[in-house]
């Protein structure tokens, strides 16, 4: 779902309505904890300011990028997150 918003292919709504479903019951991982909460953080700011979605977009990749990386170099088989 977070390469389908990253791409456009849905609106910040779904994706935000997606995030929230998925990360109901926790983690168990402390760096996936991390991510969760600066994914969430992002999205009330953007929510409470004049943020495009161009604008989240953009900050999302900054904050999920680094991660995907990081789990692609530690797993080479895990799928990608954007």
Known sequence: MTARYAVGQIDSDSFQDWFLQVSLGGFADDDAKHLAN??????AEA?????????????????IRPAAIATKMHNPDAEAVV
Do not use: K, P, Y
């Open 38 to 43: 600066r994914i969430e953080g992002l999205l």
């Open 47 to 63: 929510s409470h300011t004049s943020w495009s979605e161009a604008d989240l977009r953009e900050e999302l990749a900054n904050v």
